[in-house]
């Protein structure tokens, strides 16, 4: 079973950026679709981003035009580039690899 673990979460101000990673095991990260979710204190966890075996992206409305999603499959590892951060993107992001492997998250927090 692949297992997944995310880095580059932090304190930010609003407007600013972040870039998120996951760094997955096993040599078949590439037959997986990778995606990105959240949770924010007191609300469900929800869909962010996702990028396909095939390339192909999905983003969440509330994301779309600030956030990007990538993969570089030679380093087992799936991004989350975030720009212009806003007070709510707060959340825990967690890393999700064919839609059942989660990671443990990483908390952004982003300041108004």
């Known amino acids: 079973q692949v297992q997944l673990v995310e880095s580059g979460g932090g304190l930010v101000q609003a407007g600013g950026s972040l870039r998120l990673s996951c760094a997955a095991s096993?040599?078949?990260?590439?037959?997986?679709?990778m995606g990105w979710y959240r949770q924010a204190p007191g609300k469900e966890r929800e869909f962010v981003a996702v990028?396909?075996?095939?390339?192909?992206?999905r983003l969440a409305d509330s994301v779309k035009g600030r956030f990007t999603i990538s993969r570089d499959n030679a380093k087992n590892t799936v991004y989350l580039q975030m720009n212009s951060l806003k007070p709510e993107d707060t959340a825990i992001y967690y890393c999700n690899a064919g839609y059942a492997a989660w990671g443990q998250g990483t908390q952004v927090t982003v300041s108004s």
């Open positions: 990028i396909r075996t095939t390339g192909a992206t």
């Open positions: 096993g040599r078949t990260f590439s037959s997986f679709d």
